[in-house]
């Protein structure tokens, strides 16, 4: 039989090589750690020595991110008010047309009788406010208290009310000069 499957020759074969294999096993972790340190030692300084925080840097940080290139959309003008079938469309027909958490149906005058004979101004309070399952105008808080009511009137009469639409607001003397 052969013996050629036992025979290992070592890597190191002089003692140049071995000195050379010990001293790279302590000079590459080495370098490697230093590398390490001077790759993390290079980001920018957020605590003491730095200015993170100076009230300006401060000021950066908690502005808010509508400050960032964003508009209001009633900034600086009249706001245009919608009427109450842009309303009722918007927010309300979302429980008012499928009856959803007890929501009386638009055109249903039977649900809404009684409601109707509470008085304009209880349905108004109660929209605007919100009631029971019904949140405050109808879940949109963007909402003015005129559009809210003008989206009352547009399903009460619908649903057998005959109330009359609430003109808009007067302008106020700031906002017209």
Not at 144 to 153: F, G, M
């Amino acid at each position: 039989m052969s013996d050629a499957h036992n025979e290992h020759e070592p890597l190191i074969k002089t003692p140049k090589q071995l000195i050379a294999a010990v001293i790279a096993g302590f000079v590459v972790p080495i370098a490697i750690i230093v590398l390490l340190v001077h790759y993390v030692g290079n980001s920018p300084k957020v605590g003491f020595g730095s200015n993170a925080q100076s009230p300006e840097a401060i000021a950066a940080r908690l502005r808010p991110v509508a400050d960032e290139g964003f508009t209001l959309a009633a900034a600086g003008g009249a706001r245009e008010l919608k009427s109450g079938e842009q309303v009722y469309t918007a927010a309300c027909a979302a429980c008012h047309t499928s009856g959803a958490a007890g929501a009386p149906k638009l055109g249903d005058a039977g649900a809404w009788g009684a409601r109707i004979g509470q008085g304009y101004d209880t349905l108004v309070s109660h929209a605007i406010n919100g009631i029971r399952g019904m949140p405050a105008k109808g879940g949109n808080p963007d909402l003015a208290d005129v559009e809210v009511a003008r989206a009352v009137v547009h399903m009460a009469n619908a649903s057998g009310g005959k109330f009359k639409e609430p003109a808009a607001p007067a302008p106020k003397e700031e906002e017209a000069k």
